[in-house]
């Protein structure tokens, strides 16, 4: 349980928590560490909180641009909450 409480405490938006409706709670975990041939890696994985049905996410993204990177990851992260929600 304390576990959790630091993990939904995290201060990293960006990623699977931007794509979530303000208000719900996401314990997650992220990482950025450089990958293969110059590129850089993010990570972000976590429970999503929803209200009927948690679940959860995990979104592993590889390329040039952290910005880009975190945009997709919040984008998958609104698809399945969005998918949940239905």
């Known amino acids: 349980q304390y576990a959790l409480e630091l993990l939904s405490a995290s201060e990293f938006k960006r990623g699977l ?4 409706p303000t208000g719900v ?3 997650h975990k992220f990482g950025e560490a450089p990958g293969p041939a110059g ?6 994985c976590g429970i999503v909180y929803h209200e009927s049905a948690p679940y959860l996410l995990c979104v592993m993204t590889r390329g ?3 910005d880009k990177m975190a945009r997709a990851i919040a984008a998958l992260s609104n698809l399945a909450y969005r998918e949940v929600d239905a």
């Open 39 to 44: 590129t850089k890696q993010l990570h972000d």
């Open 25 to 27: 709670t996401v314990a």
């Open 64 to 66: 040039a641009d952290i």
């Open 17 to 20: 928590v931007s794509g979530v």
